[in-house]
């Protein structure tokens, strides 16, 4: 059964700090990944999606990593902004048939 | 539709009640997902309809919770005889394939007291 986990938890920066999140998942065999952010009381909105062939993807300030060998995705965030803050969760598609997700990292970026 | 629509967006029902959440995904997706999300805890897969296959059923915590989806589109999920422990945020998405990149709604915020 596919475990995906993620670390830190929580996470408190400055404005204008560079932040890397962490997530690893148990199972390699994946089809893909992909990261979200949820704002508080929101849905999810995707932000980037790594296919299992890829070994990562860049939107603006935003860069995914995915080494699948060893189970881990890191997603970079340059300059951050207050803007930025929400929880950010990693999601594993092991099948086509669903998304197993970590626990997330509650960012909070402070002015 | 621009995005992935649910409806309603906030439900209050009294235990025991049924209740039907509802579910618009993009249009031109073939696949859709429920999910549950419980106060302070991640997402947990319900059920997943792809195109015309038998579901997913997996992840349905019990047989008071069923999903159908109507012509390839629109989806509801039911909860019979609600309890207490049903009270989440309930999460649709849907994705032009399983396993390509899926797009979630704003959720249905479900509170049974």
């Known amino acids: 059964k596919q475990e995906v986990t993620q670390i830190p938890a929580a996470l408190s920066v400055p404005e204008g700090e560079n932040l890397v999140l962490n997530c690893s998942f148990t199972?390699?065999?994946?089809?893909?990944l992909q990261w979200f952010r949820q704002d508080p009381g929101k849905g999810l909105t995707s932000l980037l999606l790594?296919?299992?062939?890829?070994r990562e993807q860049t939107s603006g300030r935003l860069n995914a990593s995915l080494d699948k060998s060893s189970g881990r995705s890191t997603l970079y965030i340059a300059a951050s902004q207050p803007g930025d803050s929400a929880t950010y969760l990693c999601?594993?598609?092991?099948?086509?048939?669903?998304?197993?997700f970590g626990s997330g990292t509650q960012l909070t970026v402070l002015p | 539709g621009a995005g992935v629509s649910q409806s309603p967006s906030n439900k209050v029902t009294e235990k025991g009640k049924d209740v039907e959440l509802r579910c618009d995904p993009i249009?031109?997706?073939?696949?859709l997902y429920w999910y549950r999300q419980s106060l302070g805890q991640g997402l947990e897969f319900l059920i997943y309809?792809?195109?015309?296959?038998?579901?997913?059923k997996s992840g349905l915590p019990s047989d008071r919770f069923s999903a159908e989806r109507t012509g390839g589109s629109v989806s509801t999920l039911t909860i019979q005889r609600t309890q207490q422990e049903d009270s989440a945020v309930y999460l649709c998405?849907?994705?032009?394939?399983?396993?390509?990149?899926?797009?979630f709604g704003q959720g249905t915020r479900l509170t049974v007291v």
């Open positions: 790594i296919q299992s062939s890829q």
């Open positions: 998405a849907s994705s032009s394939l399983g396993g390509t990149e899926a797009f």
């Open positions: 249009s031109g997706h073939t696949a």
């Open positions: 309809f792809q195109g015309n296959s038998a579901p997913d």
């Open positions: 999601a594993v598609s092991s099948s086509a048939r669903q998304l197993t």
């Open positions: 199972d390699s065999a994946i089809y893909n």
